[in-house]
């Protein structure tokens, strides 16, 4: 029961995660990153290039962040500043990005997956259960990022003209706010989430490619159900985490996978607002 509890509260831990920075880009943007996924490939990915250097595996928590977020900060002025405001062309320049950035790693290392050395913190025991120390340390990882993104939003600048481009972005631009400064910003930032839920997964996952594919859908379908709250993505992750692991359990990996995506298409059935109240 100890194990059981460990993995939900762990995996809605990775699903939060994943979605936060895809959170962040379309609450401030009001665009749909499809390129998200790849960025999390890239964070991914650092751990290869850390090992062909000879670097500590710890140093992929850094590096992911930092090379998502400069491609980000690459991408945002030249590939999506003049499409604000046309969705369909924004769903598609991501989408084009995502495949460019895929194919690039796909040259560079190859469409196999790679050997990483990867961080290894062993077990630990909780009330008489053995568990991964690696996966208990996202949790507080997690927490630690979710009060941080609470506190820039409600405490900061940034956060002050972030919620009032969210709420009307053009009476903004009109009251001086410098809305090309704050999209700038969304998209790194959310960049660099990504790229760090990439790093985090590795010990997790195997490194390949198309690693970020199947989280990139958890995280579109889940940012629906919850619009651009980050308390409602708690209380989706947690639910959707719980869920996936009992299905899990209870029938067959396959059918984890498909837990989140039918139960998210489920609840937008019956509530159109997700976990939004409205």
């Known amino acids: 029961m100890v194990g059981l509890l460990l993995d939900c509260l762990t995996t809605s831990a990775l699903l939060f995660l994943v979605t936060v920075g ?30 062909q250097y000879g670097l500590s595996p710890w140093l992929t928590l850094i590096l992911g962040p930092l090379a998502a977020g400069a491609i980000g900060a690459i991408a945002e002025p030249l590939v999506l500043r003049r499409l604000y405001g046309r969705q369909l062309d924004t769903i598609l320049a991501t989408w084009g990005l995502a495949l460019i950035i895929t194919q690039l790693v796909t040259l560079k290392f190859g469409r196999g997956t790679q050997p990483v050395d990867s961080i290894d913190l062993g077990t630990v025991t909780v009330l008489g259960t053995p568990y991964s120390s690696y996966r208990l340390a996202v949790i507080p990882l997690v927490l630690v990022l979710s009060i941080a993104i609470l506190l820039i939003l409600r405490r900061t600048r940034y956060g002050l003209v972030g919620r009032a481009v969210i709420m009307d972005d053009d009476l903004a631009q009109t009251l001086g706010v410098n809305v090309k400064r704050v999209r700038f910003t969304s998209f790194v930032l959310g960049s660099a989430i990504a790229g760090l839920a990439g790093a ?38 947690l639910a959707l985490g719980s869920a996936q692991v009992l299905v899990g359990l209870s029938f ?21 607002h997700g976990f939004v109240r409205g």
């Open 22 to 51: 895809l959170l962040i880009i379309f609450g401030m943007m009001r665009i749909i990153n499809f390129a998200h996924g790849a960025f999390i490939t890239v964070g991914a990915y650092s751990s290869v290039v850390a090992g």
């Open 252 to 272: 067959n990996s396959v059918s984890a996978t498909l837990a989140i995506p039918v139960l998210a298409v489920v609840l937008l059935r019956l509530r159109a």
């Open 200 to 237: 985090v997964l590795v010990p997790m996952s195997s490194v390949d490619p198309n690693l970020g594919l199947p989280w990139l859908i958890n995280a579109f379908l889940i940012s629906l159900l919850v619009g651009v709250s980050t308390t409602a993505l708690a209380f989706a992750s």
